[in-house]
């Protein structure tokens, strides 16, 4: 079983969530940042059990969360249902190697989309794609939000001894990435953090976490 569909499905079975009820602290931060008007659309990318899609929509969003969890796609549901945000969540079981758009891929229609802590579960060529299709759905005017491992910390480096070519990224590089694109960077960031997942000797493991905020040219 992968590591977050077994986290998901303990905490669900005790009756709590694992990372507890709020968004993430980029997310919090974004909150004064986020487009105002009427109709406004996000994207949460790897959604797991909702918190950041819940409160976005709390914002005035209507959200797709996409998570690959069967675990992750019930608990978003069931938090959408409590907190009575059904009609402006919707959730979709599908995998951020595939995107599930087809030709929308390439249409401006997000006003704001998230990934927080998905990148490093592709390669490198793989999370260059997802960074250009993300890039093409946002409307002129939106914001990513994105919380990213960097190559400072013990997950990187056992990535690294397992020859994985995960994302990771180089301190300031991320921030860097999106100043050459003309987004203007409106928040950036970078956190040594303990991880979930335990180490080779069953130690918890600590990396350096990138959070950006940035967008779009108008």
């Known amino acids: 079983m992968p590591f977050w569909e077994e986290e998901y499905a303990k905490a669900r079975k005790e009756g ?21 008007g009427e109709n406004l659309q996000a994207l949460d990318l790897g959604a797991g059990e909702g918190q950041n899609s819940i409160h976005l929509a709390k914002n005035g969003f209507h959200v797709i969360a996409l998570e690959k ?30 995107l599930p758009f ?29 960074l250009r299709q993300m890039e093409a ?49 409106l928040y950036y960031g970078e956190k040594m953090a303990p991880l979930r997942q335990p180490g080779p000797h069953g130690e918890r493991m600590k990396n350096t976490r990138a959070f950006l905020i940035a967008r779009k040219p108008v």
């Open 137 to 185: 759905m946002t409307k002129p005017g939106g914001l990513h939000i994105i919380a990213a491992y960097t190559t400072k910390g013990d997950f990187y480096e056992q990535n690294k001894l397992k020859g994985r070519s995960a994302a990771f990224f180089d301190s300031g590089a991320l921030k860097e990435m999106y100043a050459r694109k003309g987004w203007k960077v």
């Open 69 to 98: 969890s069967p675990t992750g796609v019930q608990q978003i549901k069931e938090e959408a249902r409590k907190a009575g945000l059904e009609e402006k969540v919707r959730v979709l079981h599908a995998d951020i190697k595939r």
């Open 102 to 130: 087809g030709p929308a891929t390439a249409t401006a229609r997000f006003d704001s989309i998230l990934a927080t802590g998905i990148l490093h579960f592709l390669n490198r060529q793989q999370a260059e794609k997802l």
């Open 16 to 36: 709590r969530l694992t990372r507890g009820t709020g968004p993430r602290e980029v997310v919090k931060v974004a909150t004064k940042y986020l487009p105002k």
